[in-house]
């Protein structure tokens, strides 16, 4: 059993540092299964009290992909041209629960979960990017590129682009496709004991 925990570990080890920020694709068109298969996948992140406050808009025709480059700013125009599609993430500050919840769940939403944060739009915006983590992770172990971002012209014209109600908050749209170009050499992390602490900020972990 220990062999099939080390490799698995190293697998998903494996994925997790082949993932980068994609700027360029590959005139080459993912499948729809492969999109499917993606977006189920994403859809197994955790969030609070399973609300799953949030909805992603897949986009992969040309006249979609058009109207979405035009919402984008800086370079990410082409980067939504380029990709066999890319994803709008969209979050729901005032989600409905799920039918299977329990009968505590509402008044715990309203008094710990949405109460904790500053506003209803951020804990909503924290919920949905667990599910875009995982969306980039099972992308990547698929062979796939992926590049998130977050310059539009405005929130609104993303949501005017793919015909989002005002109600949602959009943190991010993602590119994805297959990579035109080489990987770049990898980007810098701040070092572990800049980030990580034990028991109390400032106590840097360091590994027994």
């Not at 979405?68 to 993430?89: C, I, K, T, Y």
């Amino acid at each position: 059993m220990e062999s099939v925990e080390n490799a698995s570990a190293k697998a998903v080890s494996d994925v997790i540092l082949a993932r980068y920020a994609c700027k360029t694709f590959q005139d080459e068109e993912v499948s729809d299964d492969t999109i499917h298969r993606l977006l189920h996948l994403s859809s197994r992140a955790p969030s609070a009290l399973n609300t799953q406050p949030y909805v992603c808009v897949v986009v992969k025709s040309d006249s979609g992909k058009e109207a979405l480059a035009q919402a984008m700013d800086g370079p990410n125009p082409a980067h939504v041209r380029e990709s066999s599609f890319s994803l709008v993430w969209a979050a729901d500050p005032n989600p409905e629960l799920p039918p299977d919840a329990p009968e505590f769940a509402a008044s715990l939403l309203k008094e710990v979960s949405l109460k904790q944060q500053s506003t209803h739009e951020a804990w909503a915006v924290k919920q949905t990017m667990i599910a875009v983590g995982f969306f980039l992770i099972a992308a990547t172990a698929h062979g796939l590129h992926t590049n998130p971002m977050e310059g539009f012209k405005s929130q609104a014209a993303v949501r005017e682009a793919v015909g989002l109600p005002d109600k949602y908050d959009v943190p991010v749209v993602v590119a994805v496709g297959f990579a035109k170009d080489p990987r770049p050499a990898a980007s810098s992390r701040r070092p572990l004991n800049e980030t990580f602490f034990c028991n109390r900020f400032g106590q840097s972990f360091k590994a027994t």
